[in-house]
């Protein structure tokens, strides 16, 4: 099993680091920008060694991750690569960006390792937090076929999850898909938790009153799926209630009606394929949605 090693000791690489080490990789070095990060995550992780330079730990292991902001990534392989000795052909580099294809790690291909990316598709808030959420994620990974991308397969199914493989002119899509589902989601909760203000409710109580909803949602769709697990007044079909929608968001929160409206339109597709519209009721419901 290869020994691996971390360039950076953010969230995701101290995530990765602890994860990986529990279920028996060899996570042995790492290196930061700053040595006590890099010491931090040493401390959590059984046998792994913090080094003073990222240099030291490039000949150190035979896998290593670059786990730095996504701008820093090409800076640091690109530093590297001067070093003849850095990269041998047996060594392999891998990124973690959701965004970047392995175009990035360019230098390391060059001087004849093998790269790839390893992106877990998960929310890290927390370090804490993003190693309890790791184990069962999705991973995109992007590398050839060969020795590597078995190795990142292998390492998925270490952690209880499944992978998608992608293409370098993917990963832009593949990441913008991701900022839809946890990112938006976090601003449309908040888009809803303010309307209660207009009533009282402060943000923080109205929060915690619709995670029982939001749970109630993401049950429905690991259990039932899109599109039967939509429900509400366009699945219904109920014109009269997405009207008087409208005229409350017009009333209280107009800045708030266009983005109603576009997600109003982009559900009516949903609810036909679900079958609870009907099309006339479905043209009444966009010609609605669509006035100004």
Known sequence: METIGFLGAGTVGTALAV???RVGYPVVAVASRSFSSAQRLAAQVEGCRPYQSFQEVADAVQLVFVTTPDDAIAQVVAALCPSISTWCPHQMVVHCSGSLSTDVLAPARQAGAAVGSFHPLQTFA???????NLPGSTFGLEAEEGPLLEVLKGMVQALGGQSVHLRGQDKALYHAAAVLACNYFVT???????????FGVPTCQSTRA?????????????RVGVPGCLTGPIARGDVGTVGKH???????APDILPTYRELGRQTIPVALAKGTLDQARAEELHRLLSEE
Do not use: F, H, Y
């Open 19 to 21: 994860s990986l080490r």
């Open 126 to 132: 927390s370090t804490a937090q993003a190693i309890e």
């Open 246 to 252: 409208l005229a409350a968001l017009e009333a209280v």
């Open 188 to 198: 449309l909760v908040k888009l809803a938790a303010d309307l209660w203000q207009a």
């Open 210 to 222: 619709m995670l029982p909803l939001l749970r109630g949602t993401l049950n429905n769709l690991e």
